[in-house]
């Protein structure tokens, strides 16, 4: 059984940073590809990062290229987002997710386990 328990999330101005972490629990090396997803109020669950077992490989969601990174600690499968340059439209709620089924990744129905969300604000 996998848990997911995210953290970090805060309100901030314009361009300002935060780093969200998502403890782990129940990952193991054939399960530690990992993402981000993030939603705000009335839209879909959406794909923000991706991060495959060994940090071998990345992907991001266009909207935040360049602004977030994720990483992921290969020992006990601690998943980080760094998000720096946030904007109003970055407002969401953000999860971890994982347990990889595969196929696309950016699809919320791709993953079996999630967490419950950390809020992450940004204001002008």
């Known amino acids: 059984q996998v848990q997911l328990v995210e953290s970090g999330g805060g309100s901030v101005q314009t361009g300002g940073s935060l780093r969200l972490s998502c403890a782990a629990s129940g990952v193991t090396a054939s399960s530690a590809t990992m993402s981000w997803f993030r939603q705000a109020p009335g839209r879909e669950r959406e794909g923000v990062a991706l991060i495959y077992a060994g940090s071998a490989s990345t992907y991001y969601a266009d909207s935040v290229k360049g602004r977030f990174t994720i990483s992921q600690d290969n020992a006990k499968y601690t998943l980080y987002l760094q998000m720096n340059g946030l904007k109003p439209e970055d407002t969401a709620l953000y999860y971890c997710?994982?347990?990889?089924?595969?196929?696309?990744?950016?699809?919320?129905?791709?993953?079996?386990?999630w967490g419950q969300g950390t809020q992450v604000t940004v204001s002008s």
């Open positions: 997710a994982a347990g990889f089924r595969s196929g696309l990744w950016r699809r919320p129905n791709t993953w079996t386990y």
